[in-house]
DNA sequence: TCAAGCTAAATTGTCGACAATTCGACTTAG
DNA sequence: CTAAGTCGAATTGTCGACAATTTAGCTTGA
């Protein structure tokens, strides 16, 4: 018998950690607001304890900011952070894509290329791009991150960076990289990893987060970022 | 009127985390060893709350394991580990040694060199060339990392990875790279930086970290390293 | 009218106690 | 003698309440 509706967590605080992670990242916390211990805790129907240590992990993932006897605000997003990110995510993923290439084994390359095959495959026949743009260049990247067998490269770019890179992604939804360029560029990483070319694949893959860095820039310029709503006033 | 001798932070748990992160780094609290909550909790004469805050904070800074209904571990050191520590830490001030070349201002480039000179000085005068080794090697990158005007990037190097790398130090500090050869490299990196080299900077950078890495090596291979003990058993 | 000071309400930080789970020692059956 | 089971002590997770600090509104004086 399986338990899916309730996840059930070991922890209360692990629990809360993950809710308001989503609640951060979705907007259900607008940017910029207020978090009040005690509101969240009623919200939950849990007591302020495990709360503040969520809030701590929270804090620890650059999600919030919190000071001392003043309390807890959802992070604001800038261009200026988000330059800083990806330029973060620059320097780790090209790493992770020379790590790659030394050690991913052939299977895994084929799966690889078969995830690309689908993805294309989605592009010319069906008219949602934007799952496949969304899910297939997330998967790529997780797993190229993955076959770096680096834990705390993994670490750093699947937990700390993770929720911060789809906040940027979420608001600033509209403008979006053409699914099909970063396809053939994905293509071209693959290619250097399976052809065992180190230096060629940690290039390419930073031509590639550089050129979404670009393009995520010119449309936070465009969209004014600062209208997170969703929350009562 | 000025209070040095005892720095009390704005709330408890912050001053938890530091000293707790101080007492793991430096070994007065073993590697591996159990962490009791009730004793800690009694020993600096504060309640648990505060104290699991701080350990929830530890843990994000990855020198504690929490396990849930169990408890906390220090964490162990191991070369696997280690290894993956400093080929992030290679890529990381990679692109900070890249960055600093773009940005950094004719005047810091002036006091990098003073600091060199001063470096150089130490071991050309002084026997006590630990010192200069340590402190110098550090106050380098640490510059060079601010060079770089991320603040993603120096928070994750100098607040998230700053504690594990100077456990790692710590732990084996018997055979540390030479001093004379570590200072000769930090010249190099500085030329490429002052010359605006920002390929070579990172190049250069990354060698640097990577011989250190090899080194650090072959130190853990000699030492057994699961020998710190210093607390009651 | 505006700035400074004061008061009260609300929020955050901390504590001690209770509930739930784990771990160890002991017992007991095979 | 070993292995499974049981019971109790200890530890972790959670809660509600109190203390300390901040914040907002009001009052007061220049």
Do not use: C, W
């Amino acid at each position: 018998m399986e338990k899916v509706t309730q996840i059930k967590s070991a922890t209360l605080s692990d629990d809360l950690t993950q809710r308001l992670t989503a609640e951060v990242v979705e907007g259900v916390l607008p940017l910029g607001s207020k978090i009040s211990e005690p509101e969240l805790a009623k919200r939950y129907g849990v007591s302020r304890g495990p709360l503040r240590e969520a809030l701590v992990k929270l804090e620890a993932l650059g999600l919030i900011t919190r000071t001392a006897n003043v309390g807890a605000r959802v992070i604001e997003l800038n261009i200026e952070d988000l330059l800083d990110t990806y330029t973060l995510r620059e320097a780790m993923e090209g790493m992770a894509a020379r790590l790659a290439a030394e050690l991913i084994s052939e299977q895994e390359v084929a799966e690889l290329y078969t995830l690309l095959d689908d993805h294309q495959a989605h592009l010319d026949s069906n008219k949602d791009e934007h799952y496949a743009s969304q899910y297939g260049n997330e998967d790529f990247h997780l797993r190229i991150i993955q076959a770096s067998q680096n834990k705390k490269l993994i670490r750093v770019l699947t937990q700390d960076l993770y929720a911060t890179i789809r906040m940027y992604r979420r608001y600033t939804a509209d403008s979006r990289p053409d699914p099909r360029q970063a396809l053939r560029e994905h293509k071209a990483i693959l290619d250097a990893i399976a052809n065992r070319e180190g230096d060629l694949a940690e290039l390419l893959m930073r031509r590639h987060i550089s050129r979404a860095a670009t393009l995520l820039k010119k449309a936070m310029l465009h969209d004014s970022i600062s209208q997170g709503n969703s929350g009562q006033p």
